[in-house]
């Protein structure tokens, strides 16, 4: 059951990140918290066994590796998808568009092209390694968006130059 509330779980957060991306969001509400939801999914990674693969610790090391640096590069590319701007308040808004929908979606394709790698090597995959990168993606997502809006100053309603 632990299997199916991590994908519960997991699918959740994708939907409820990725529907609240083409909304216009205040930053500034979310700065304080921008590293709690990939802290409750590492938690939850990390508390069961099965993130290796135990007779394949190698390989199965190396696909979470691959995994999580997919991670990395698509919370980077949906943080420099993101369209940053400070309103005359000085309250700083962001919003992503369909470019960063085409980043999510990238992503999801090359982890279904990396589970077909695992599969065919043999190596099981649980959900765990899913729960790290989605975790990876949305701190880094939030992290970047976070310092890019750092390095803006007024734009009265312009994107921030990235």
Known sequence: ???????????????????????????????????????????????????????????????LGVELLIGLACGAGWAWTTRIWTDADGVVWTKGGWAAAGV????????AGLMGIAALLGVHQGSGAILLTVAAMLLTRSG????????????YGVPVAG
């Open 1 to 63: 059951m632990d299997g199916l509330l991590n994908i519960v779980v997991v699918v959740a957060a994708v939907v409820f990140v990725f529907v609240r991306q083409f909304t216009a969001r205040r930053l500034t509400a979310e700065g304080r918290k921008w590293w709690l939801l990939p802290a409750v999914l590492t938690f939850l990674a990390v508390r069961q066994p099965g993130v290796l693969d135990p007779h394949h610790p190698t390989a199965s090391a190396a696909l």
């Open 104 to 111: 999510w979606l990238s992503g999801m394709v090359l982890r």
């Open 144 to 155: 970047v968006t976070i310092w890019r809006a750092g390095a803006g100053q007024r734009t």
